[in-house]
């Protein structure tokens, strides 16, 4: 069917995206309705664009459908034929697994396996389900971020690449991290590098400025020997850092990538130096805000700099801040710091005529205006991002977890969240948002949901690792 083409990576003749696949929740928004999976129109000549034209219920309530992720994606950097046929919905909170055909109909997906959580907390001892990847192998690696009783537990369990059974846990006994959320690993340098997460239970129960300092936030960024699946390295990140979304340059040759950490409001960039070993620096520090009206004096780097994401061509790097409301585009260059070059805001906590007042601010002259798109007044901040493969077309969703969506932006969960798409200037940098692109999930016929990860049958930004 259309849009369901595969396409040469970091190609800026790359097919565009004509459909995306976007994870939908409604746990703690008082709907009593299954998540689902909506498939989104993205080609401007059709009579449905952007609009959600299919949507896929999971059999069961409160799954929190969450990350996503195809069972094909590590490809040879030459090999531009892999099949997204399949994509894989790990559930944040039920821990269970569907397994989603989106290849025999690309405009109307089906559940093609379940796995269910008994499995996972019996075989793995694991639960609290996130970020997908394809290995090297053909075999699917799933981040855990708890055990099943809600206690914070890092590493990973597999699923057979072609029957999508669980085969039990990747990391070897006893290596398992105090926590885990994201990772992303690079074949040619035998590596993994992953993130820290949350106590599940905790989380599960807000964010509380009191668990600050308490050990509820992970602080550590791990460096695993790929084929060995052992731990190699720790980095410690400092208190309350939070490192949550990881990536690596697309260039199969370069042995870098960057960490975000959301509460910090750090981004560390990750190389390998002499013999085996790897390193950290800091590159960019987005300041904190004194503000008045919150519920902490100071919105540090706070800015819960929840998703980070890397252009195709590895020209630019992309963040997302869901409390301060922006979204930034920083230039990449070899050894030297990550430039900002763009900048938009849409949405967030310190609008002008909230309830918010910004007292001082080391990099705004004033408080941003509420964002309006197609008569839509836009609540909530920039959360998940992707990116299209020609690198000029960014879009965003703007739930992050349902329990925290529910604490800091209550407008967003009764009135729905957003899918936006900001214009990118390839050439010089800067971002726009596109007025005539809004998917609004307040609309939907079950009632709002809340709209988090994106996925685009042709391929994009955080799905292939070219190795």
């Known amino acids: 069917g259309p849009g369901c083409a595969s396409c040469p990576p970091g190609n800026q003749e790359a097919p565009r995206e004509e459909v995306a696949y976007v994870t939908c929740t409604y746990r703690e928004t008082c709907i009593d309705q299954p998540d689902f999976l909506a498939t989104i129109d993205l080609n401007p000549r059709s009579p449905h664009y952007c609009q ?76 609290y389900l996130n970020v997908p990847r394809s290995l090297p192998n053909g075999d699917i690696l799933i981040a855990n971020t708890g055990d099943p009783a809600g206690n914070a537990k890092g590493g990973f369990i597999v699923l057979d690449g072609e029957t999508f059974e669980l085969k039990g846990n990747w990391e070897n006994e006893c290596e398992a991290p105090p926590s885990g959320y994201d990772f992303w690993f690079q074949p040619r340098y035998n590596v993994l590098i992953s993130s820290a997460g949350v106590v599940p239970k905790r989380a599960g129960r807000g964010f509380c400025p009191n668990d600050l300092k308490k050990g509820v936030y992970g602080r550590r960024l791990n460096v695993w020997n790929l084929s060995c699946r052992s731990l190699t390295q720790c980095f410690d990140l400092g208190e309350d850092s939070l490192p949550l979304s990881v990536k690596f340059l697309h260039n199969p040759e370069a042995a870098e990538g960057y960490v975000s950490c959301a509460l910090s409001g750090v981004v560390y960039r990750f190389y390998k130096c002499e013999r085996e070993n790897w390193a950290v620096e800091e590159v960019i520090r987005i300041p904190a805000k004194d503000v008045s009206g919150w519920i902490m004096p100071k919105m540090p780097g706070w800015s819960f700099t929840v998703d980070l994401i ?20 920083y230039e990449l260059s070899k050894n030297c710091k990550p430039r900002l070059v763009g900048q938009v805001f849409v949405g967030g906590s310190i609008l002008r005529g909230g309830p918010v007042t910004v007292c001082r601010d080391e990099e705004l002259k004033c408080q941003p205006e509420p964002l309006v798109v197609k008569c839509k007044r836009v609540y909530g901040g920039p959360c998940k991002l992707q990116l299209s493969l020609d690198g000029k077309r960014l879009y965003v969703t703007n739930s992050f977890y349902s329990t925290w969506d529910k604490q800091f932006y209550p407008n967003m969960v009764r009135e729905g969240s957003v899918m936006l798409q900001i214009d990118v200037d390839t050439e010089k940098g800067g971002l726009t948002v596109n007025k005539n692109f809004l998917v609004d999930f307040g609309k939907e016929p079950n009632g709002p949901c809340l709209a988090h990860e994106i996925h685009f049958a042709c391929g994009d930004s955080t799905s292939d690792i070219l190795a």
């Open 52 to 127: 959600v034209i299919h949507r896929l219920p999971m059999p069961n309530l409160k799954d929190e459908l969450h990350s996503s992720g195809w069972s094909t994606g590590c490809t040879c950097f030459d090999n531009v034929t892999t099949r997204r046929n399949k994509l894989i919905l790990p559930c944040l909170i039920s821990s269970r697994i569907y397994v989603v055909d989106v290849g025999s109909q690309c405009r109307a997906p089906k559940i093609c396996k379940m796995i269910e959580p008994v499995d996972v907390f019996w075989k793995c001892n694991k639960g």
């Open 310 to 329: 890397i252009s195709m061509d590895d020209r630019y790097l992309y963040l997302s801040n869901w409390l301060h409301g922006d979204i930034r585009q």
